[in-house]
């Protein structure tokens, strides 16, 4: 699918876990810049409790990031993603049919009614005693896609090793990184590379 703002279907990944370069204990926190920016959260697929900020992407098909954010993990993740919507609202004012795929963090009556108000159609797995939505069977296939742009992030981008110990530097670095991502899949788009989520051209 052609790399274009938001348009047609728009995976969302579920939040990844950002850490911080800070020990956990209480006391050396507080000390740190990043206190009151930064929070202890949970990672479930990890099994394991982290120090940092939680990022947020709305991806197209294709891998390009179009919407992202730091926020505390302690927040709510509709929370998180109603004012991501809010704030970029140009993005998606105008456009028709926008599918919004996501996981189960996500699932609310409020909040799917609030996004069917601005256009959006939310997918996501069902909660049990729910009937299965249309087009469920192909969110495995999405959540894979979801999973490689993480790595990807993580992996050949080094996410968690920015090393940014200011809040101004935690936000330029991961910038920098979520950038750097949707340019090279665009570059290997209008390149008509065989996979264009693949950096490995890239590396060094």
């Given at each position: 699918?052609?790399?274009?703002?938001?348009?047609?279907?728009?995976?969302?990944?579920?939040?990844?876990?950002?850490?911080?370069?800070?020990?956990?204990?209480?006391?050396?926190?507080?000390?740190?810049?990043?206190?009151?920016?930064?929070?202890?959260?949970?990672?479930?697929?990890?099994?394991?409790?982290?120090?940092?900020?939680?990022?947020?992407?709305?991806?197209?098909?294709?891998?390009?990031?179009?919407?992202?954010?730091?926020?505390?993990?302690k927040l709510g993740?509709?929370?998180?993603?109603?004012?991501?919507?809010?704030?970029?609202?140009?993005?998606?004012?105008?456009?028709?049919g926008l599918l919004?795929?996501?996981?189960?963090?996500?699932?609310?009556?409020?909040?799917?009614?609030?996004?069917?108000?601005?256009?959006?159609?939310?997918?996501?797995?069902?909660?049990?005693?729910?009937?299965?939505?249309?087009?469920?069977?192909?969110?495995?296939?999405?959540?894979?896609?979801?999973?490689?742009?993480?790595?990807?992030?993580?992996?050949?981008?080094?996410?968690?090793?920015?090393?940014?110990?200011?809040?101004?530097?935690?936000?330029?670095?991961?910038?920098?990184?979520?950038?750097?991502?949707?340019?090279?899949?665009?570059?290997?788009?209008?390149?008509?590379?065989?996979?264009?989520?693949?950096?490995?051209?890239?590396?060094?």
């Open positions: 699918m052609p790399a274009t703002p938001i348009s047609g279907t728009t995976p969302c990944g579920s939040p990844t876990p950002h850490r911080c370069p800070a020990p956990c204990p209480r006391p050396t926190v507080k000390r740190s810049d990043l206190a009151g920016f930064a929070n202890y959260g949970y990672c479930a697929s990890h099994s394991r409790f982290f120090w940092g900020l939680r990022l947020y992407l709305v991806c197209t098909p294709a891998g390009i990031p179009m919407l992202w954010a730091l926020a505390d993990p993740e509709r929370e998180v993603l109603a004012a991501m919507l809010e704030v970029d609202a140009e993005m998606i004012k105008d456009r028709v919004l795929i996501s996981d189960k963090g996500f699932a609310s009556k409020a909040f799917e009614r609030s996004l069917s108000e601005q256009g959006i159609t939310l997918l996501r797995p069902s909660r049990k005693k729910e009937v299965m939505q249309a087009g469920e069977p192909m969110l495995k296939k999405v959540h894979q896609l979801i999973e490689s742009v993480n790595d990807t992030l993580k992996g050949q981008l080094d996410l968690e090793q920015h090393g940014a110990r200011s809040v101004e530097g935690v936000a330029v670095r991961v910038a920098q990184r979520v950038l750097a991502l949707a340019a090279a899949i665009w570059h290997n788009f209008r390149t008509c590379q065989p996979v264009t989520r693949s950096l490995t051209a890239y590396d060094h």
